[in-house]
T-cell receptor, first 116, second 109 residues
């Protein structure tokens, strides 16, 4: 149980285009999903916290107009990188938190974004 | 501030025990976690410990928590080559997880 999927696994896009990444909790409901960014050989940095049906809460330094987050249902959150630039190239990982028990976060497999 | 520190690298022989250490700064953390990340993959939850516990054992994994020193460790018994990965500790601060810098574990035959 507690499986989280991400789509796509990897994406290459041209500079200036927008890219949407989906995060789904497959076998549980998640009122809260989190989006992280990981640079090579570095730790995960939280970008934003997404609650179903409300606006996302962004961490300091993360541009909300550039990284659009939508959490329309209890099993789906999307991250759209708008007007992507090469410095946005990174590994993006989402996690979903269960609504019961220890509130453990379960992580998706990640999406590698390369912007040319 | 919220800093979670880990040593960067650990190399062990197959069959030996591995001990990965982590120090954190937020004494109000409720849960502390250990995650495993294999190359190009997401994070796999290995185990967690509640802040009022000193120790938790789960098969080959033993977690020790010294709350006074804000020190957390993960011991892997009988380490196998499949255990080679990056291990992250994380503390839960209200709604968020604060991750450590990660320890790369290399297991050699």
């Amino acid at each position: 149980g507690a499986v989280v999927s991400q789509h796509p696994s990897w994406v290459i896009c041209k500079s200036g285009t927008s890219v949407k990444i989906e995060c789904r909790s497959l076998d549980f409901q998640a009122t809260t999903m989190f989006w992280y960014r990981q640079f090579p050989k570095q730790s995960l940095m939280l970008m934003a916290t997404s609650n179903e049906g409300s606006k996302a809460t962004y961490e300091q330094g993360v541009e909300k107009d550039k990284f659009l987050i939508n959490h329309a249902s209890l099993t789906l959150s999307t991250l759209t990188v708008t007007s992507a630039h090469p410095e946005d190239s990174s590994f993006y990982i989402c996690s979903a938190r269960t609504v019961y028990g220890t509130d453990t976060q379960y992580f998706g497999p990640g999406t590698r974004l390369t912007v040319l | 501030g919220e800093d979670v520190e880990q040593s960067l690298f650990l190399s062990v022989r197959e069959g030996d025990s591995s001990v990965i250490n982590c120090t954190y700064t937020d004494s109000s953390s409720t849960y502390l976690y250990w995650y495993k990340q294999e190359p190009g993959a997401g994070l796999q939850l290995l185990t967690y410990i509640f802040s009022n516990m000193d120790m938790k054992q789960d098969q080959r994994l033993t977690v020790l928590l010294n709350k006074k020193d804000k020190h957390l460790s993960l011991r892997i018994a009988d380490t196998q080559t499949g255990d080679s990965a990056i291990y992250f500790c994380a503390e839960r601060n209200t709604d968020k997880l604060i991750f450590g810098t990660g320890t790369r574990l290399q297991v050699f035959p």
